[in-house]
């Protein structure tokens, strides 16, 4: 299977290259991240500021904090840092109560501070991932996935930041034939295997003192074998996945901030006489954090709608083919970050409509 990027990510990574090379001489170091939102960024566990604000946060330059999610962020990072985030959630798919749990640990470092040379502001960060996801009842299906995701974010000019990063993974996902409450099979079992690297870029742009435009593009490509799909049968196939979203925060006074995003992502997988699905969505996040302790203690929270269109088709199983199936969700978000000297602690609830709580606690260091 062919892995090269398509025209338009080469040709994005080709700008990206050459804004680099043509600014990184010319840019002076500045303190874009203090001089925009007024230090409200340091009560920001890495982990869960954009969990708790209606999971916005691609217009959000609070550096280190955005780590995954906007990498053009770490531009604006002058320190080191080190977090550890643990997330439980109850899962409700529409036919059987599944669990998911999330580790992550990981950091970032400023690159300046480790040489005497003079440029601009330059950050690196990485995160290790690794998901446990169980089912009950119907299907006891299990899914485990790990990963490591590397960012780079760079300050090019006095409003602009840009960033790339990096993630690749592996996961295997296992399970039961589905049965009705009668008993009888309704889905076949399966067993995947899964392996593929993820490629995003970034970039953040200060519109005034107070407010931070951001976007992000992304490209997913990886393989997948089926092993005994569908009564035994078996193939290799491609997984490929295209995303893009804007953003905006805006600080609306000295103690509150405000968030707002779109997106829009297109995935499809594909195992040649066996699977061909399709999934398109979009989301609406918007959010607000609101500092009750200077610098010691700030709450958060948000609103989000999400929509999903589904295709999918099967040679064997005729049941499979031609299903298709588009249904929306909104979610409610809400959080505390707290800050005691150099240590973060942080904690963000999602519960949306569908049925699913997410649950994330975040602990961090930063020096």
């Not at 170091?29 to 960024?41: D, I, K, P, Q």
């Not at 002058?78 to 999330?102: I, N, R």
């Not at 990963?147 to 690749?168: K, N, P």
Request: hydrophobic share 35%; proline share 2%; net charge negative.
């Amino acid at each position: 299977m062919s892995t090269r990027l398509p025209i338009c990510a080469r040709l994005g990574l080709c700008i990206a290259i050459a804004l680099v090379t043509h600014f990184s001489a010319h840019s002076e170091e500045g303190e874009f991240y203090v001089n925009t939102y007024r230090n409200l960024g340091k009560v920001s566990p890495i982990g869960t500021r954009s969990a708790a604000m209606g999971r916005a946060g691609r217009g959000l330059a609070d550096g280190v904090a955005s780590l995954g999610v906007n990498p053009a962020a770490l531009g604006a990072f002058c320190g080191t840092a080190a977090d550890a985030s643990l997330g439980f959630d109850w899962l409700d798919d529409g036919y059987d109560d599944t669990t998911q749990t999330t580790f992550k640990i990981g950091g970032a470092v400023n690159l300046d501070r480790w040489s005497r040379r003079a440029g601009p502001n330059q950050a690196v960060g990485a995160l290790l991932v690794t998901q446990h996801y169980s089912g009950a009842g119907h299907t006891d299906m299990k899914r485990d996935q790990t990963g490591v995701l590397m960012s780079y974010g760079l300050h090019l000019m006095d409003d602009l930041l840009a960033g790339v990063s990096v993630a690749l993974y592996n996961g295997k996902m296992k399970s039961e034939p589905l049965r009705d409450d009668a008993g009888a099979i309704i889905w076949q079992n399966y067993d995947r295997k899964f392996i593929g690297g993820d490629f995003k870029l970034g970039g953040l742009y200060r519109f005034s003192d107070d407010t931070t435009l951001g976007g992000t593009l992304g490209y997913m490509t990886g393989s997948l074998k089926e092993r005994a799909a569908y009564s035994a049968n078996a193939g290799s196939g491609s997984l490929e996945r295209y995303s893009i979203g804007i953003g905006a925060a805006h600080q609306y006074t000295d103690d509150t901030l405000l968030l707002g995003d779109l997106w829009y992502e297109r995935t499809k997988s594909d195992v040649p006489g066996i699977l061909n699905e399709r999934n398109k969505s979009w989301g609406l996040s918007v959010g607000v954090e609101q500092q009750v302790l200077p610098d010691l203690m700030a709450l958060r929270g948000g609103l989000y709608y999400e929509k999903n269109s589904y295709s999918g088709g099967n040679a064997i199983a005729t049941f499979v083919d031609g299903n298709s199936f588009s249904k929306g969700r909104w979610g409610i978000t809400a959080g505390v970050g707290v800050k005691l000297y150099s240590f973060g602690l942080g904690y963000s609830l999602d519960v949306n409509s569908g049925g699913d709580v997410k649950n994330i606690l975040d602990v961090s260091s930063e020096w």
